[in-house]
């Protein structure tokens, strides 16, 4: 029996370094090479290596061409290591937890450029996933009208977005939040520090504004911030007392 795709892919210790930084939020090359350490060329080859096994995705960045964000595809690896267990006995196949609503608490903030779609999806679909448990909130750099289209997807999903306003983020200046997390390449290279020095994740996510197909595209960034919200619950809920790194 050949090893299983999972052990294959995170079997050594410099990727197993790299997932466990790309948990925390999707970086780039020169980022990646600080965190896990050793030169470019290492964490770029081995990087390659994940990829190719489906485990990290990579995006051009919509602030610089020239720079790729790379994420950790949580839900393959999930995937992929369910079938490891599996592969050496049917009762060991693992079974992800449902998100653990009734234990997480706290303030998130949302960041995009215009918070008239991605940032907006994002605070409503953490409420709702959080049974309003988590005090969510989004801005933008520079707001514009909500989207319609991000309006209609979220109809879809059984959430009102056509009372939301779009918001500065100057407005939560000074205000505490557990964590921030930017949505958009170019708002993360401008975001502010926020009080009490938050810690930050970077979800690298197209604006489906720019993208031509239109409706389609808020679709599918619907189910990625959805997909994403659901692992953020699992995090939240692990953190010890009083940290939320």
């Known amino acids: 029996m050949g090893l299983p795709t999972f052990l294959q892919a995170a079997g050594h210790p410099v990727r197993w370094r790299l997932l466990d930084a790309l948990a925390g939020g999707d970086h780039q090359v020169h980022e990646l090479t600080?965190?896990?350490?050793g030169q470019q060329s290492l964490i770029s080859y081995h990087?390659?290596?994940?990829?190719?096994?489906?485990?990290?995705?990579?995006?051009?960045?919509?602030?610089?061409?020239?720079?790729?964000?790379?994420?950790?595809d949580l839900a393959r690896s999930g995937r992929l290591l369910a079938a490891v267990g599996e592969a050496l006995h049917p009762g060991l196949r693992?079974?992800?937890p449902p998100p653990p609503v009734r234990a997480v608490s706290g303030r998130v903030l949302f960041l995009c450029t215009g918070n008239s779609s991605r940032s907006q999806m994002a605070?409503?679909?953490?409420?709702?996933?959080?049974?309003?448990?988590?005090?969510?909130?989004?801005?933008?750099?520079?707001?514009?009208?909500?989207?319609?289209?991000?309006?209609?997807?979220?109809?879809?999903?059984?959430i009102d977005l056509s009372g939301a306003r779009p918001k500065h983020l100057d407005?939560?200046?000074g205000q505490h939040f557990d964590r921030v997390i930017t949505l958009c390449d170019r708002v993360r290279e401008e975001c502010p520090e926020f009080a009490g020095r938050p810690p930050t994740a970077h979800w690298s996510i197209a604006?489906?504004?720019?993208?031509?197909?239109?409706?389609?595209?808020f679709d599918r960034v619907a189910a990625e911030l959805a997909e994403r919200i659901d692992f953020l619950l699992h995090?939240?809920?692990?953190?010890?007392?009083g940290e939320t790194s």
């Not at 990829?51 to 964000?69: E, F, N, Q, T, W």
């Not at 448990?133 to 989004?138: D, E, I, L």
């Open 34 to 37: 600080t965190l896990v350490g």
């Open 235 to 241: 995090a939240i809920a692990t953190e010890p007392v």
């Open 207 to 217: 604006d489906p504004a720019a993208d031509p197909e239109g409706r389609p595209a």
């Open 94 to 96: 693992l079974t992800p």
């Open 171 to 173: 407005e939560f200046a």
């Open 123 to 158: 605070e409503a679909l953490l409420r709702r996933r959080s049974d309003g448990r988590v005090t969510t909130a989004s801005a933008g750099s520079r707001p514009k009208p909500i989207h319609p289209d991000a309006v209609a997807v979220m109809a879809g999903r059984g």
């Open 47 to 72: 990087l390659g290596l994940l990829r190719k096994a489906g485990l990290v995705r990579a995006r051009r960045s919509s602030a610089d061409g020239r720079d790729i964000y790379y994420r950790l």
